[in-house]
């Protein structure tokens, strides 16, 4: 048996896929461990999407690959986006690696662990359209939460994007198999369930030929003990009145919602094959605003696509400005081979997209510290998630933040508190940006 480093890289539903073969790998027997001075065999789980990802895997890969010979490590492995998109080139450019798993054949990763010990070259790519089979996760560094993905692979087809061609089409899993899983996730002290697909909205259309997301959060809203629900991943022509009111009936989905809208601009949204107009999100926003109390809005952008100009720029700050969404990511366009995107004229140089996005991100950040300042004075119910050394102080989320992307809640108290418990907290006040919040008491289980 072998000390094993495993690194994940990239979204939520990587993360997953990387807890499922610790799981596979601790139950063969071996151990983990958390640097690559003391493994044996690295484990490199990588994002391909666009290039910032596919420079940060490259350089994890040469960073692990810096011990390989000097110490005990033997052996490394790459697996996901970046092996499922460049398997030769891996091996060519990066000589150090010693495996390649596709991201069809995650599940083979004890037997491609064996194989690198005994001096092979691995490369295994799987069908990346089978259906999906049940796997157990070992879940980590996640104190009170965990992802529940429902779906994988994507049939949208945006322009700009290679998730279809490395992730396969949209194949949801059954409605069954979620909530076996996301009970066993609550009974391990999972309070907060993030629910994650490249499109979530299209949950159950493949599997029952009609989308059951509000089936399935009224589902999972009975399984005691949980007590948030989080929706990541709505494309904007999904959301339907009858998902509207499961989201705004069921007290268990809190009222953050992630629907990346890409754009403002219906030139461009036609470029990126988007399937929804700026009026069409314009309108959504106005009655997802309506309808549910307190909604945060989290959304993702792109700047610099092919025939973008000052005045698409100018339509979509104009759209933050006027509606204050209060999480937005920006992303200067990056061209990937093989996409429509790729082959369109008039492209912005990509000084000029980081350009953009920066502009965006200014202005987001304005329109983020007011959010943040009229929430000085408020009670509200936080998740407890990690504590601080240097601070000495804890942390927590709120419903108003995602994990990973969100910032922190800083947590002013004298007592010890419990990772992963809810505490009712009366913000007081900001620094650097992030709230400070007073713990009043624990959150009851009666509540």
């Not at 092979?120 to 993905?149: C, H, N, S, T």
């Not at 998902?243 to 754009?263: E, F, G, S």
């Not at 959010?371 to 989320?397: K, M, Q, T, W």
Request: glycine content about 8%.
């Amino acid at each position: 048996m072998a000390d094993i480093l495993l690194i994940s890289l990239g979204c939520a539903k990587n993360q997953v896929n990387a807890e499922e073969m610790l799981h596979l790998l601790t139950a063969a027997g071996h151990k983990t461990v958390g640097s690559a001075s003391l493994a044996q065999v690295a484990i490199v789980n990588t994002c391909g999407f666009i290039d910032a990802a596919k420079t940060e895997a490259i350089d994890h890969i040469l960073e692990v690959a810096e011990h390989k010979g000097k110490g005990r490590l033997e052996r490394i492995i790459v697996t996901g986006c970046l092996s499922q998109r460049y398997a030769d080139e891996i091996f060519r450019e990066l000589p150090e690696v010693d495996g390649v798993l596709g991201t069809g054949s995650y599940h083979e990763i004890v037997d491609a662990v064996a194989q690198v010990l005994q001096g092979e070259q691995v490369m295994r790519f799987g069908d990346i359209d089978a259906p999906l089979e049940e796997r157990e996760r070992v879940i980590v560094d996640a104190p009170g939460w965990a992802y529940l993905k429902i779906a994988e692979g994507c049939d949208n087809d945006c322009a700009y994007c290679v998730i279809p061609s490395l992730r396969g089409r949209f194949r949801s899993r059954s409605m069954e198999s979620l909530l076996r899983e996301a009970r066993g996730l609550v009974a391990q002290g999972v309070g907060e369930l993030i629910l994650v697909a490249q499109d979530i909205t299209q949950y159950g259309k493949d599997l029952y030929d009609e989308r059951r997301l509000p089936a399935l959060i009224r589902a999972l809203s009975e399984i005691p003990g949980l007590r948030w629900i989080r929706l990541h991943y709505l494309y904007p022509d999904g959301i339907d009145q009858k998902l509207i009111r499961a989201i705004r009936d069921t007290k268990q989905v809190v009222p953050y919602l992630d629907i990346p809208i890409q754009h403002m601009s219906d030139t461009i949204l036609t470029a990126m094959n988007r399937r929804t107009t700026s009026a069409e999100i314009r309108g959504l926003f106005e009655t997802l605003r309506a309808e549910i109390p307190g909604l945060v809005l989290r959304t993702s952008l792109i700047t610099g696509l092919p025939g973008e100009g000052e005045a698409e720029l100018e339509e979509l700050a104009q759209f933050l400005e006027e509606t204050k969404i209060e999480r937005v990511g920006v992303f200067p366009y990056s061209p990937q081979e093989g996409t429509p995107a790729a082959a369109m004229p008039n492209r912005p140089s990509l000084e000029e997209a980081e350009r953009r996005a920066e502009l965006l991100m200014d202005l987001q950040a304005r329109i983020l510290d007011r959010f943040n300042e009229s929430r000085v004075g408020a009670e509200d119910i936080v998740l407890c998630i990690g504590l601080d050394p240097e601070a000495g102080l804890y942390h927590g989320r709120s419903y108003a933040e995602s994990p990973e992307i969100d910032g922190r809640i800083w947590l002013d108290t004298e007592e010890e508190l419990t990772l992963g418990a809810f505490y009712h907290v009366r913000y007081t006040d900001l620094q650097d940006g992030e709230i400070i919040g007073r713990v009043e008491c624990p959150v009851s289980s009666e509540e």
